[in-house]
């Protein structure tokens, strides 16, 4: 998984579960007139709060997360793991709700608050932490600014234009180095001067150009098809060799050549 294809939203639910991880060594619940020094457990000490909320909302969180960021998400019973961990992330919202209003559960035949206990700080953060994550894995795919790269990448150097050569003067590496008998930049005593060859005019005014996608989005084979040969990943430059119509010649990092046919939203380098 390519950390530069992660959204903001994806670090919105990344960012709740490691607050929720936190929350999880607090205190289940707080006890009035308690002293100081009294050893409450914390959520890790009962079997339903970590089940049902640190657990659940954990593994929810990386099933959203990983599933949004490989080429193709597996499916179980005929739905992909995503959605299970949507639904994962919701429960452990609901169930941290539930411990809130009875942080006892079955263990007293009263209510919490009959005996002076009340919910602990590791119960109410994992409530938040919660509903945060369940929050950024909803609106994800549905909110726009969610959708933006986390990682904003790197401004790329000016591509060179076509059929332009690298200075070739003294010094530069890989420039021929005067020899015996020879000036700096001329030519061997005796010798014809070469006739250089003008550069060749390009075939058209487009200028390469790097860009980055703000979605996945997918690239085209150039035959027309509409077979896909890569996926184009947001948060990575990618170089524009050609214009057809709205659409562009893309070339990835390894070397193959797509139609980027959605060329709206992109950012140019």
């Known amino acids: 998984m390519n950390i530069r294809s992660l959204t903001r939203g994806d670090g919105v639910v990344i960012g709740a579960a490691v607050l929720l991880f936190i929350a999880s060594f607090l205190d289940l619940y707080s006890v009035d007139e308690a002293p100081d020094s009294a050893d409450l457990p914390s959520l890790w000490g009962s079997g339903p709060v970590v089940l049902s909320v640190v657990l659940a909302g954990i593994i929810g969180a990386a099933l959203v997360v990983v599933t949004r960021n490989v080429p193709q998400v597996p499916k179980v ?9 949507v639904a994962f992330t919701i429960f452990a919202a609901w169930s941290a709700l539930g411990n809130i209003f009875d942080v006892m559960g079955g263990t007293d035949n009263g209510s919490s608050a009959d005996l002076g206990i ?5 119960v109410i953060l994992a409530l938040i932490a919660t509903l945060v994550m369940a929050a950024g894995a909803v609106a994800t795919p549905l909110v726009p600014a969610l959708k933006a790269a986390l990682i ?14 690298p200075p070739a003067g003294y010094g530069y590496p890989g420039a021929q180095q005067p020899g015996p008998g020879q000036p700096y930049g001329g030519q061997p005593y005796g010798a014809q001067p070469q006739q250089t060859q003008a550069p060749q ?15 996945p989005r ?13 996926e184009l990943a947001p948060g990575t430059w ?22 980027l046919q959605d060329t709206s939203g992109i950012q140019r380098g």
């Open 77 to 85: 019973a005929g739905l992909d793991l995503g959605q299970f961990g």
């Open 118 to 122: 009340s919910p602990g700080t590791g």
């Open 152 to 165: 904003p990448a790197p401004r790329p150097q000016a591509p060179q234009p076509y059929g332009a050569q």
């Open 238 to 259: 990618y170089l524009a060799v050609e214009q057809r119509g709205p659409a562009l010649v893309a070339q990835t990092q390894d070397g193959r050549r797509g139609v």
């Open 218 to 230: 997918p690239l085209f084979a150039e035959d027309g098809t509409q077979s896909t040969i890569a």
């Open 201 to 215: 005019p390009a075939p058209s005014d487009f200028s390469p150009f790097w860009f980055a996608v703000p979605v």
